[in-house]
């Protein structure tokens, strides 16, 4: 199969199912370099399940997964460990950071893990850390950070090696509204700044255009969404949501309720 000439991540045919109950049913996806992608839908939808086989933490039971020239449905498992380590970042709902360690040592894991020195490690996660206004944490204990401050850590860590594509599974999910604002207007500026390309899966959606170009909103967030309807792609947008205002084939200035 050909992969797409401008597509960084792609997929074909998706299938992966839970104890014979499906999760995904023939999806098929891609993501351009630098773009952001938001994967929409209804809880259950499918987007985790998604997420997790692009990012070859799951192997599909039917379907292709290609990063690159990297056929990730084939690769064993080291490789695709090595994979996620080197090329790709991970943010989850809740952030999960090592309570022993410093908040800059957090940020720094993936590239101490990759064999970079101590002292450039150290000095990259604190330029992410201060890039995402925690830079004055870095020497404490995730223990005593706000939530909100916790998950900035994490997308700091997420992005501290320069990955090529960020996952970021409902990112600001546990946060409070202006937090959520926040969060979300650092990871997105972050990875445009940086060209790295961005698939977030989010069933919060901002209800109408309006909001979506509201600042509040981070507006214009994601170039492109994709939305999920019991482990489907589904051309009509999620069921509350006005469809997009302009652009082909739901490219918009469109965003995430935040
Ligand atoms: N570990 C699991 N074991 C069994 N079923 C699962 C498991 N994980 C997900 N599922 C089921 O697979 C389907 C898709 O779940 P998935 O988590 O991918 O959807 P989602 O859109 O991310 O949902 P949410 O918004 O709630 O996170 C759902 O029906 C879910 O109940």
Known sequence: MTAPPDDVLWARGLHYTYDGSPALQGV??????GEIVAVTGARGSGKTTLLRCLSGQELPER??????????????RAARERLRLRRF??????????????????AALPLLL??????????????WLARLDVGDCAR????????????????????????????????????????????????????????????LATHDFAPTPAARTADETGAALADRIVT???????????????????????????SLSV
């Open 114 to 127: 990759q064999g970079t020195g101590y002292r450039t490690a150290r000095k990259t996660a604190c330029a």
């Open 89 to 106: 970042g991970w943010i989850d709902s809740s952030p999960r950071l090592v309570p022993e360690l410093t908040v800059w040592e957090n």
């Open 28 to 33: 098929s996806f891609g993501v351009r370099e």
């Open 63 to 76: 379907g292709e997964v290609w990063f690159n020239s990297a056929p990730v449905h084939t690769l064993g």
């Open 228 to 254: 999920l309807t019991d482990g489907r792609r589904s051309r009509a947008p999620a069921p509350e949501v006005e469809p997009a205002p302009t652009g082909p084939e739901g490219a918009a200035a469109c």
């Open 140 to 199: 404490k204990r995730p223990a005593v950070l706000r939530q909100a401050e916790r998950q900035r850590v994490a997308v700091a860590r997420a992005l501290a090696h320069s990955p090529d594509v960020l996952f970021a599974d409902e990112p600001t999910a546990p946060l409070h509204r202006t937090d959520r604002a926040q969060v979300l207007r650092a990871l997105s500026a972050a990875a445009r700044s940086h060209g790295i390309t961005v698939v």
